[in-house]
């Protein structure tokens, strides 16, 4: 069997788990590989804030890669006060926002412009012009994503930002655009969650949700979880990766043969595809993280006699 000569193949069963919100499951083969998935730099299982704070100490306007894979690039980026994006957009996917530190003042087409500061989470469909700027006097953090190779575009009445080995030509394009919707709102201020206030959208428990990219919001109290059992790897994808930003406190990471981990608010844990992953909420207060996934309902459990040590 050609497959088994890099991968193994294992039985995936949903059967117990709620995480498919009570769909119908089956039994199938997935493929793994024989040999541990280790990634890809700059992809690690870790990227701590601490460290990257460290790292710039001094600097004001900084950006380093967090996640760079099939699906997704993600940025930390810090912007100086009063430092502002030239009017730009994206040509086929939606890009969103963690802010971090700072306040960043966003100017988004087609929307009353606003200033998100820690907490917030921002998303611009497709196609919609947007700005950013840091106000205040401090700088701006914040954590940018895009779906891969969704490379920035620009007005033609805007000058690009250079990049190197790119040079921007006159061109064309469709005036039809993204938009919003009850399921991808402008932004969540997660403050008022954390302060019992509803999420002003349809599916509480998700930011973004479209063909090419999920992020979904999970929360939990680390006091009232199950306890973990050994026998439990959490679950894979197939396709692609998955990774978290550390919205609130902490948690607890179990991703393949690494050494199990807890991740502080404004970490970024990273799990390559077809690697097993678990993921508990850590310390003592409440816990919530951004889960990013490529597709919907794409997630492999193990059969129900593996989850029980059998």
């Known amino acids: 069997m050609r497959l088994l000569k890099t991968a193994t193949l294992v039985i995936a069963s949903s059967t117990l788990f709620p995480a498919l919100n009570g769909q119908s499951q089956m039994l199938v083969w997935a493929p793994v590989p024989v040999q541990p998935n280790e990634g890809i730099a700059p992809n690690k299982p870790v990227i701590r ?108 009445d805007e000058t690009p930002a250079p990049v190197s080995g790119v040079k921007y030509v006159r061109a064309r394009v469709a005036t039809v655009k993204g938009s919003y919707d009850n399921a991808n709102v402008t932004f969540i201020d997660y403050n008022q969650t954390i302060a019992g206030n509803a999420k002003p959208k349809q599916n509480q428990n998700q930011f973004v949700g479209d063909s090419h990219g999920i992020v979904n919001i999970i929360r939990g109290d680390p006091k009232t979880q199950a306890p973990a059992r050994d026998a439990d790897k959490g679950h894979l994808h197939v396709t692609g990766p998955e990774f978290w930003f550390i919205l609130e406190g902490q948690m607890e990471f179990k991703i393949g043969s690494v050494p199990v981990f807890v991740a502080d608010q404004g970490d970024i844990v990273y799990a390559p595809a077809k690697t097993w992953h678990r993921v508990r909420f850590a310390g003592t207060a409440m816990a919530t993280r951004l889960a990013v996934v490529g597709y919907a309902n794409s997630h492999v459990f193990q059969p129900p006699e593996e989850l029980a040590g059998q």
């Open 49 to 156: 804030l601490s460290e990257l704070r460290s790292k710039h100490t001094g600097q004001q306007n900084w950006t380093e890669t967090v996640v760079d894979d099939n699906l997704f690039h993600a940025d930390y980026i810090s912007m100086a006060p009063g430092a502002k994006t030239p009017r730009r957009f994206h040509q086929d996917n939606r890009a969103w926002w963690i802010v971090q530190d700072g306040q960043i003042r966003f100017t988004i087409e087609g929307q009353e412009p606003f200033v998100a500061s820690k907490g917030f989470l921002v998303q611009v469909p497709h196609r919609l012009v947007y700005s950013m700027e840091t106000v205040g006097d401090r700088p701006s953090l914040r954590v940018e994503v895009t779906v891969a190779n969704s490379n920035t575009m620009y007005p033609i």
